[in-house]
């Protein structure tokens, strides 16, 4: 019988080039804590990512990876888990990634309702560019020189965006509470469909404000809403950030057939179709 | 051997011990990456100072079987475990002044909730060691300070960088 795997196990030999004190370093560790904790296996395991600071993070966990093109890392990811359901699919990217460029992606990801989880690392900043406003930079932010009177423009709402296009489970975590973190992690690995995680993940370099979030951020402590109704006043309303899972719902997941070992003659059989 | 309550203590002192370490070692590696060799060799003296505390923990754990828990499932008197540094206080320009601040904070925390395990448990022998342990961190604070105090005057000048980090594909 095989070891059980530790935390540090599923990382990789790759050292993270993250600004010290970033955020991601704490949604690595919440992710190798939650594979650990699920006792997964390295091989039935994937994590597909698009383009930025937080996309590099498949590099750094023991493995398959596939770093991908901008804003694309939720495409690439749902066609593996469709093709390949047996595996654990984590996809993972910045607010810029996959609510900008990516943004389209995300709202169909949500409407299919494959399973698998997402998870965005939110920082508010395009921080490999050096600390552009993103869709997620707060209307009067204004550290960026390229916005100096502030984006003025509302921000995005992803929670929100994710409940009204399908998504079937969401919560959101904080980099200041990694542990939480990787329990939300591996409780939306383990729903059956689309698990949307808003990650915040503080930029200490480009965004040092973001050291206030403590102060704004406080766990929910009512149940998970079930209605859609019922979520949606929570995410226009809330003061600040509440962490834990926020939404779930119970829905079938696409395609169909997905809860179904794969196929091996399947790509034959389709072959056949077309065989003239 | 049995006795649960001294068990569900020494998990809970491996794990802190262990986080401490990891972190520690983490910082070290970050900061050396982005050039901060000073403070990166401060956090690596941290890291095999928590490697140390951990072997003894683990040595005191010897012969009972302690309890498996998941990462979130431990219960500590914040979000993460007591010696754990927090990503917050950190800043690739920090100073060794600023680290050591940082890592006195650290042990204060560890011995409040050693001390604080002694005082609400009800087995001695987990009263006895978590005081133990308690004590230690006294000692290590004191070690701590006595480095703050002989840093020369200018170990707390910000360190500047007139090109921010860019971090290439």
Same mark, same amino acid.
């Given at each position: 019988?095989?070891?059980?795997?530790?935390?540090?196990?599923?990382?990789?030999?790759?050292?993270?080039?993250?600004?010290?004190?970033?955020?991601? =370093?704490?949604?690595?560790?919440?992710?190798?804590?939650?594979?650990?904790?699920?006792?997964?296996?390295?091989?039935?395991?994937?994590?597909?990512?698009?383009?930025?600071?937080?996309?590099?993070?498949?590099? =750094?966990?023991?493995?398959?990876?596939?770093?991908?093109?901008?804003?694309?890392?939720?495409?690439?990811?749902?066609? @593996?888990?469709?093709?390949?359901?047996?595996?654990?699919?984590?996809?993972?990217?910045?607010?810029?990634?996959?609510?900008?460029?990516?943004?389209?992606?995300?709202?169909?990801?949500?409407?299919?309702?494959?399973?698998?989880?997402?998870?965005?690392?939110?920082?508010?900043?395009?921080?490999?560019?050096?600390?552009?406003?993103?869709?997620?930079?707060?209307?009067?932010?204004?550290?960026?020189?390229?916005?100096?009177?502030?984006?003025?423009?509302?921000?995005?709402?992803?929670?929100?965006?994710?409940?009204?296009?399908?998504?079937?489970?969401?919560?959101?975590?904080?980099?200041?509470?990694?542990?939480?973190?990787?329990?939300?992690?591996?409780?939306?690995?383990?729903?059956?469909?689309?698990?949307?995680?808003?990650?915040?993940?503080?930029?200490?370099?480009?965004?040092?404000?973001?050291?206030?979030?403590?102060?704004?951020?406080?766990?929910?402590?009512?149940?998970?809403?079930?209605?859609?109704?019922?979520?949606?006043?929570?995410?226009?309303?809330?003061?600040?950030?509440?962490?834990?899972?926020?939404?779930?719902?119970?829905?079938?997941?696409?395609?169909?057939?997905?809860?179904?070992?794969?196929?091996?003659?399947? @790509?034959?059989? @389709?072959?056949?179709?077309?065989?003239? | 051997?049995?006795?649960?309550?001294?068990?569900?203590?020494?998990?809970?002192?491996?794990?802190?011990?262990?986080?401490?370490?990891?972190? =520690?070692?983490? @910082?070290?590696?970050?900061?050396?990456?982005?050039?901060?060799?000073?403070?990166?060799?401060?956090?690596?003296?941290?890291?095999?100072?928590?490697?140390?505390?951990?072997?003894?923990?683990?040595?005191?754990?010897?012969?009972?079987?302690?309890?498996?828990?998941?990462?979130?499932?431990?219960?500590?008197?914040?979000?993460?475990?007591?010696?754990?540094?927090?990503?917050?206080?950190?800043?690739?320009?920090?100073?060794?002044?600023?680290?050591?601040?940082?890592?006195?904070?650290?042990?204060?925390?560890?011995?409040?909730? =050693?001390?604080?395990?002694?005082?609400?448990?009800?087995?001695?022998?987990?009263?006895?060691?978590?005081?133990?342990?308690?004590?230690?961190?006294?000692?290590?604070?004191?070690?701590?300070?006595?480095?703050?105090?002989?840093?020369?005057?200018?170990?707390?000048?910000?360190?500047?960088?007139?090109?921010?980090?860019?971090?290439?594909?």
């Amino acid at each position: 019988m095989n070891k059980a795997l530790k935390a540090k196990d599923y990382k990789s030999d790759i050292k993270p080039i993250w600004c010290p004190g970033c955020g991601h =370093y704490s949604v690595l560790n919440a992710i190798t804590k939650a594979m650990a904790g699920l006792g997964l296996d390295k091989d039935n395991l994937a994590l597909v990512s698009g383009i930025g600071c937080s996309s590099r993070l498949p590099a =750094y966990v023991d493995s398959y990876g596939f770093h991908g093109v901008h804003g694309r890392g939720l495409a690439v990811a749902q066609g @593996l888990k469709v093709a390949r359901p047996e595996l654990t699919v984590i996809a993972l990217g910045g607010d810029g990634d996959g609510f900008s460029i990516g943004g389209n992606h995300f709202m169909h990801a949500c409407r299919r309702n494959i399973n698998m989880v997402y998870i965005a690392m939110d920082n508010e900043v395009y921080g490999m560019t050096k600390g552009q406003a993103s869709p997620t930079s707060p209307e009067d932010w204004l550290s960026s020189k390229l916005t100096p009177h502030g984006p003025g423009v509302r921000p995005f709402k992803p929670a929100a965006v994710a409940l009204a296009s399908g998504a079937t489970w969401i919560g959101r975590a904080y980099s200041g509470n990694p542990n939480q973190m990787a329990g939300l992690i591996a409780e939306a690995i383990e729903h059956p469909g689309f698990s949307f995680l808003h990650a915040l993940s503080q930029c200490i370099t480009f965004c040092p404000e973001q050291t206030d979030w403590k102060s704004i951020v406080k766990e929910r402590a009512e149940p998970a809403c079930t209605h859609h109704d019922q979520a949606a006043a929570v995410f226009f309303n809330e003061e600040g950030f509440d962490t834990g899972v926020l939404y779930t719902q119970q829905r079938a997941v696409w395609p169909p057939q997905q809860g179904s070992a794969p196929r091996e003659d399947a @790509l034959d059989q @389709l072959a056949a179709k077309f065989r003239v | 051997m049995s006795n649960e309550s001294l068990a569900l203590f020494l998990a809970h002192s491996i794990e802190l011990e262990s986080e401490a370490k990891n972190r =520690y070692q983490e @910082l070290s590696e970050t900061m050396a990456t982005h050039h901060n060799d000073e403070v990166a060799q401060f956090f690596a003296r941290m890291a095999r100072e928590a490697k140390r505390h951990l072997k003894e923990v683990r040595q005191l754990a010897k012969g009972l079987e302690l309890p498996k828990i998941r990462a979130w499932e431990f219960d500590w008197p914040g979000e993460e475990p007591p010696e754990t540094a927090s990503y917050e206080e950190l800043h690739y320009l920090m100073t060794l002044r600023q680290a050591i601040e940082i890592a006195i904070k650290n042990e204060r925390t560890a011995e409040r909730y =050693y001390r604080a395990m002694a005082a609400t448990s009800s087995d001695q022998e987990t009263i006895t060691i978590a005081t133990e342990f308690a004590d230690e961190e006294v000692e290590h604070t004191a070690a701590l300070e006595k480095m703050l105090a002989d840093l020369p005057e200018n170990g707390s000048c910000p360190r500047l960088d007139d090109d921010e980090p860019n971090m290439p594909e």
